[in-house]
């Protein structure tokens, strides 16, 4: 799960102005697409289940909800800005901003930690156990060892590396 130099630029750059915005930064992915490239910015903020929702100027309830539609114009406005002043990415680009959803990607190791006994879609860089692209519960997160333990089918149990890791978000299970 490492960042390219780009995109790690990317996020160093951003992240101030995330984080001004009364939110946490999720993750980023920097798509170049020739002529006209994409950057998505994912933000989240805890969830406060005992606060009295707020009715903001559009009707949504905001506070103690997650991420709003407000959130989102906020940081837009912001990393935009930004981004007009430093000009990081040549050419044209789009720029989204979304909350990770339910069906949330990870960026870093950390960020699966919470997570532990759900189920996981993972792509490999390298196959284990001859496969790159699975599902798994996910059993354990060493932080240490930057490693994750999951269960296939048959209760198998895969120790992955996690800069084998290409790309990994949760299942959403109803």
């Not at 406005?77 to 901003?97: F, N, R, T």
């Not at 490999?124 to 798994?136: E, G, H, Y």
């Amino acid at each position: 799960m490492k960042l390219s130099n780009k995109t790690q630029a990317l996020q160093d750059l951003i992240a101030p102005a995330v984080e001004a915005c009364d939110v946490n930064l999720w993750g980023i992915e920097f798509l170049p697409q020739g002529k006209r490239s994409l950057l998505r910015i994912y933000i989240d903020k805890p969830v406060d289940e005992n606060a009295t929702p707020v009715v903001n100027e559009d009707g949504e309830e905001e506070q103690g909800r997650g991420i709003g539609v407000q959130d989102c114009v906020r940081v837009t406005q912001q990393v935009g800005a930004i981004l007009d002043v430093h000009d990081p990415i040549s050419g044209e680009y789009s720029l989204e901003v979304s909350s990770p959803g339910w069906d949330r990607p990870f960026f870093q190791l950390e960020q699966m930690s919470g997570y532990i006994g759900h189920t996981v879609a993972l792509r490999l860089i390298s196959a284990v156990d001859n496969r790159r692209k699975f599902q798994a519960k996910l059993i354990a997160v060493d932080l240490e060892n930057e490693m994750i333990q999951v269960e296939v089918e048959k209760q198998q149990i895969l120790d992955i590396d996690s800069h084998n890791i290409d790309k990994a978000n949760l299942v959403y299970q109803d």
